[in-house]
């Protein structure tokens, strides 16, 4: 299982950018998908889920500002990030799982990407 994220940059506060994750070596639309992040000196954290059939699950500091999406023909899951804050900046990673519940926690989830940086100015 390879996954690889990218899309990550520095952007102002109140801007937009999009992640992408792009996977391979699994059944993509089989696994359950996820974004996290990590902060400097803290610990991964869990951002946003997507199941199977499109069912999206937040963190509520970033509810109505992301969104997440799949594309199963592409084999690609979609992190949108609009109005952000500084306290965005982390280095985003992308998980896959089989775990059919909502899953929240980085030891659900048994695939990781390397994780692309997002920084956001004040």
């Known amino acids: 299982v390879q996954l690889q994220a990218f899309g990550g940059g520095l952007v102002q506060a109140g801007g937009s950018l999009r992640l992408s994750c792009a996977a391979s070596?699994?059944?993509?639309?089989?696994?359950?998908m996820a974004w996290f992040r990590e902060a400097p000196g803290r610990e991964r954290e869990f951002v946003a889920t997507?199941?199977?059939?499109?069912?999206?699950y937040y963190t509520d500091s970033v509810k109505g500002r992301f969104t997440i999406s799949r594309d199963n023909a592409k084999n690609t899951l979609y992190l949108q990030m609009n109005s952000l804050k500084p306290e965005d900046t982390a280095v985003y990673y992308c998980?896959?799982?089989?775990?059919?519940?909502?899953?929240?926690?980085?030891?659900?989830?048994?695939?990781w990407g390397q994780g692309t940086l997002v920084t956001v100015s004040s």
């Open positions: 997507i199941s199977r059939s499109g069912s999206t």
């Open positions: 070596g699994l059944r993509f639309r089989s696994y359950r």
């Open positions: 998980a896959a799982t089989t775990v059919v519940n909502t899953p929240i926690a980085p030891t659900d989830y048994g695939s």
